[in-house]
């Protein structure tokens, strides 16, 4: 006792505070503080936001993919679309980041769309300050490249055709934390139709629908002698044409795509209008315009197309182009007919209308399809007959054959049309066949046209080609692209070999016009029987068979010329009138990319005249892979390589694959394409993101979009969840420890 009053007395001289006073601060304290270290670990953000240099821990919300081994996070994806357009052509530069957020080592594939008409010609692998440059080859030999490489641990990328439409890019070794950057380049030329200029850049391959390989009993006969034969599956690639498909409902979109257009019209410039996207446009001068997205990065599922018109009331008619390269020059014409000057009764026609209903066209596609063709039954004549054909995987014909387009009959179909519903599978063959059947006693009084309206989701495409090449006879095919991703591949070789057109409804808000055009072509005279002769140069022409022409549509001619003399006089007949124009070649301007624009199109002439018979598949194979290898373009019997040439993979370290899924098609409904799922809650109608660490918001209520690129190292993606739970509960645990250890300071410093 006398060693405690001691000491409680020093004590009280050094605080001039009665024990129970100083007991009582030194608990509040210590509460205090165990209270503000607990506040401050509930706010502590435990895990990073993911960039280039930043901890490669998973969030929530990040995109998990289950796997035999267990869940693993997906490699991300950023896509950067760079457009710069040159007069009558068009230079694409697409960047896509892969980042790898996991600890393994990555080899990633991803498939993506580009425009069908498109040259690809280049390939850069980025990784860090290295730039590597890929190589054309023939596509065995390029695979070849990039399996060895892969296998050594080296960094390579290889990009594939698969479709005109399709290509896919792999990309080996990529390491844990990695950012590699990929780009691609390619040539197209612009399209025009009466006064409109305008290019489409497809964002998303919408899953197709494959034909189940034909499964072939056989009756082995006495008389037989053995002999039978086997079909061949319609889709033999359908493996390659086939990727993982988010699920709107359980997963944010992914791929986050910024698109920048430098347009430089070669004339003074009217509207510039985005059909699909929200865009920012600036204006440096008269001619030229440069468009950005006015929302930033957006979700790769829909077409993005952009038109312009000429300021002034006249539409340039003619354009004439020209780039020397080596010993050659090459041109490219733009030659717009006249409209008929003689009145012309008006001959009687068949319209044949074909309209999906399968399971990818529903959601809005279903929509516009089915207003479309209710536009279009409106428009009949009463000297027209018609039908009506409606397929998914089975197929039905509103009339047993074509009927008088009087008011009763379009009413019927009216009706009809208005209450299909999309489901099932995507037979199209079977329907183009039943709209080429021609029972019509053919006196050449009557035109027969088919519009066909679908989403043109199928791998079977060369089915389709060579049943039209088969049985088209005298009718002439329209293909109606419906949606917000069209197979604008199958539409545009369709449309060819059926000389027709294509046309394109991406919105319920284009139904009206583009049926309207789409009917001015149809009831017009067509301009046929064209060629073109040069005057004293040799040329090598495509389309090598002129096509016919319909209304406000433009002959769009490339040439290689050994010389840039003389003139080019184009000949034709509009209805029952002759037609001729001489364009001196002197007078053209300098273009960029002519000789792969022209290049590309002789291809593409080698692929159809394989269709229609006109060259044996040796034959076109062997001037595909010439040109391919010439003009160092990817085609179907090509392909890009790029290899690093340093290892990065230790050795014995495993490499995983990584499979990139896609959005779905805006649009569409994923139950109608991949079967029915449990209703999930509606999303909130707006969530907060962040981008360069400023708060931005983000309408969800009718399109969910992925946070902005910041940079091109960086790919932010959308979080949906946080670790708040795991936060407080560590917080009240420590908070718990804390005042434990008071209490026990406490009753330490009571006497005894």
Do not use: C
């Amino acid at each position: 006792m006398i060693d405690y009053d001691h000491h409680d007395a020093d004590e009280r001289g050094v605080t001039g505070l009665p024990d129970l006073i100083e007991q009582i601060l030194l608990f509040a304290l210590g509460g205090v503080a165990a209270f503000l270290l607990g506040i401050g670990l509930l706010l502590f953000d435990l895990s990073p936001a993911w960039s280039a240099t930043g901890d490669d821990a998973p969030r929530s919300g990040s995109l998990i993919i289950k796997s035999e081994t267990g869940n693993a996070e997906a490699t991300r994806l950023g896509i950067d679309v760079d457009l710069s357009v040159s007069g009558p052509t068009m230079r694409a530069r697409v960047t896509q980041i892969f980042r790898n957020p996991t600890n393994d080592w990555v080899e990633a594939t991803y498939m993506y769309p580009l425009p069908q008409g498109g040259a690809v010609d280049t390939l850069k692998l980025v990784i860090g300050d290295r730039v590597v440059v890929g190589d054309i080859k023939e596509r065995a030999q390029a695979r070849a490249i990039y399996e060895q490489a892969k296998q050594a641990g080296q960094k390579a990328a290889l990009t594939e055709q698969q479709r005109p439409n399709i290509f896919t890019n792999a990309v080996a070794n990529i390491g844990p934390g990695e950012t590699v950057l990929v780009q691609i380049e390619y040539q197209e030329p612009v399209h025009q139709n009466g006064s409109d200029f305008s290019l489409r850049i497809p964002m998303v391959v919408g899953p197709r629908y494959n034909p189940a390989p034909i499964v072939q009993t056989v009756d082995l006969r006495q008389d037989g002698g053995g002999w039978g034969t086997a079909a061949s599956d319609p889709v033999p690639d359908r493996d390659r044409i086939t990727q993982p498909v988010l699920d709107p409902a359980k997963h944010a979109p992914v791929n986050p795509t910024t698109i920048t257009v430098r347009l430089q019209a070669g004339f003074p410039l009217g509207d510039v209008t985005s059909q699909h996207h929200r865009v920012k446009i600036d204006s440096p001068d008269s001619a030229t315009r440069v468009i950005t997205l006015a929302d930033g990065a957006v979700p790769a599922d829909r077409d993005f197309e952009l038109s312009w018109k000429p300021a002034a009331e006249t539409t340039p008619s003619v354009g004439l182009f020209r780039e020397q390269l080596g010993k050659s020059d090459y041109l490219l014409a733009y030659v717009t007919p006249p409209a008929a000057t003689a009145e012309q009764k008006p001959m009687p026609r068949e319209v044949i209308f074909v309209i999906d209903n399968s399971g990818s066209m529903g959601g809005t596609s279903i929509t516009q399809a089915k207003a479309s063709l209710t536009s279009a039954l409106g428009r009949l004549q009463p000297t027209d007959r018609f039908n009506v054909i409606r397929f998914d995987h089975t197929m039905d014909m509103l009339f047993p054959s074509s009927v008088p387009a009087d008011s009763q009959h379009i009413n019927n179909a009216t009706s009809y049309v208005g209450g299909l519903e999309a489901k099932g599978g995507t037979e199209m063959v079977p329907a183009m066949r039943a709209a080429l059947a021609d029972d019509t006693n053919a006196d050449g009084s009557t035109l027969r046209q088919v519009v066909f309206l679908t989403d043109g989701a199928i791998g079977n495409e060369q089915q389709l080609f060579d049943t039209i090449t088969a049985l088209r006879g005298r009718s002439r095919i329209f293909m109606v692209g419906i949606g917000s991703a069209p197979n604008t591949f199958l539409m545009t070789r369709a449309a060819e070999l059926g000389r027709g057109t294509f046309t394109h409804i991406g919105s319920t808000a284009q139904v009206e016009t583009r049926m309207r055009d789409l009917f001015a072509k149809l009831e017009n005279p067509v301009v046929t029987g064209l060629t073109a002769s040069f005057s004293e140069a040799k040329a090598d022409v495509t389309p090598n068979a002129l096509p016919d022409l319909y209304r406000g549509e433009p002959l769009v001619l490339a040439a290689r010329l050994d010389k840039l003399a003389g003139s080019v006089t184009i000949k034709g007949r509009i209805g029952d009138q002759p037609w001729t124009v001489t364009l001196p070649l002197d007078r053209a301007a300098e273009g960029k990319g002519l000789s792969k624009v022209w290049a590309r199109r002789m291809i593409d002439d080698a692929e159809v005249a394989r269709t229609l018979n006109k060259l044996k598949p040796a034959d076109a194979d062997s001037a595909i892979l010439s040109l391919a290898l010439e003009h160092q373009l990817v085609t179907r019997l090509t392909s890009l390589v790029a290899i690093d040439k340093t290892p990065s993979r230790p050795a014995g370290e495993p490499l995983r694959l990584s499979d990139l899924p896609a959005n779905l098609p805006a649009g569409w409904d994923f139950a109608k394409v991949f079967g029915e799922r449990p209703q999930l809650p509606r999303p909130p109608a707006e969530r907060r993101a962040e981008t360069d660490g400023k708060p931005v918001q983000i309408a969800t209520a009718k399109r969910p979009q992925p946070v902005q690129i910041a940079q091109p190292a960086t790919v932010q993606l959308p979080k949906t969840a946080t670790d708040a739970e795991l936060k407080m509960m560590l917080g009240l645990v420590l908070l718990s420890l804390s005042l434990l250890l008071v209490m026990v300071r406490h009753r330490r410093m009571i006497p005894r």
